[in-house]
């Protein structure tokens, strides 16, 4: 799942209120409300083997009826873990879309505020498809005309005296990647260049290493580490390789175990495929042992 926040013109998403002004003063207060206003109950959805049919549940935590805009998006990873938007498809002929293959209903939704509503997926495949896997990334965009300001708050108000108070709503589209596998597909998946430095907080690791993927489909799964054969609290989930690309460059700030530094001189790393895995099934893809430097 992602997030998205566009500030180009063709794609405003960030919407800005003023409040009040207080001329000739340079300091500034913001007030943003909560960046939680929309979720959705699914991160992914995949069709492989017989599954034809997925339902989306999106939620309004807001305190407003908010209207929303669904459709698709084609997005492209990077090997330094990032998401990037291909505006032109054209140009992104290596990428395999679902968009003409998954029906959606409705296209736009109006939910009250607290409320939900479901959106329901319909896979419908194509005689002759070709063998391999197929993405595209599922749209959920709020319409900035169905965004309201509160009244200004009492700190808002007090805040207008000394200085200018800008009202600021984000709104923020979400993507969910959609996934058809179709045929014969295999993967492989490889940790090299593993590295352990200990941080100078005295608190943390940094943990450093390639994932690499080889095949026709795309790897999806969690990351454990473990300090001296001890599973340690920090866990990363939802990590994924996707087939435009062979490998990612991963790092992550690691809290050492209660021992401290002293119980952790050697690390061990293992990429856990993920249990709705239809082929792979929760098994161990990848997996590297480094000493903690």
Known sequence: MTYLQHNTPARRLVYTGLATFVVGLAALTLFAPDAEALKVTLKRAVFEGPRRTEVLTIINNSAEEQAYRLGWRMMRMTENQSMVAVDDPAQATDLKPVDEMIRYAPRRIVIPPGG???VR????KPKDLAEGEYRSHF???PEAESVKFEPP???MVEAAKTKPVVQIKMLTGITIPVIVRHGKLTVKSTMTDARVSRDGDGKHMNVGFTLNREGNRSVYGDLKFFCNGNVLAKQV???AVYTEISKRFMNFSIPYPEGGAA???QMKIEFIADEDDLDLKGVTL????VAVQ
């Open 121 to 124: 997926l319909l896979l419908r």
């Open 263 to 265: 119980s952790c001189s």
């Open 139 to 141: 749209w959920i965009q």
């Open 116 to 118: 939900t509503q479901q």
């Open 286 to 289: 990848a997996t590297a042992e």
């Open 153 to 155: 708050s009492a700190e």
């Open 237 to 239: 989930k939802g990590i």
